[in-house]
């Protein structure tokens, strides 16, 4: 499998609607990575799907801009009909 086969569609969905949070909250790589007690190249990764997002790590996230989330996977939820 292929680098851009790695992750489903809908993990890929849910990677990008957090991306966008992020940049709809004025937040940075950096911003995040601080406020989760990190450095930047581990949001990077996670965001260029060089590494996966543990739910530990969602939930840090979410946190970290601010996001619900239950409420930003109901949305993903919602959004896809299709979990399959």
């Known amino acids: 499998m292929g680098q851009k086969d790695k992750f489903d569609p809908l993990y890929r969905a849910l990677v990008d609607g957090l991306i966008n949070a992020r940049k709809a909250r004025g937040l940075t790589q950096a ?3 601080a406020r989760m007690g990190t450095d930047q190249s ?3 990764k996670f ?3 060089e590494r996966r997002l543990d739910v530990v790590d969602f939930i840090r996230y979410c946190r970290a801009i601010e996001a619900d989330a239950p409420d930003v996977l ?3 939820i919602d959004d896809r009909n299709d979990l399959s």
């Open 31 to 33: 911003d995040v990575a």
């Open 74 to 76: 109901r949305h993903l």
């Open 42 to 44: 581990h949001i990077s």
């Open 47 to 49: 965001e260029r799907y």
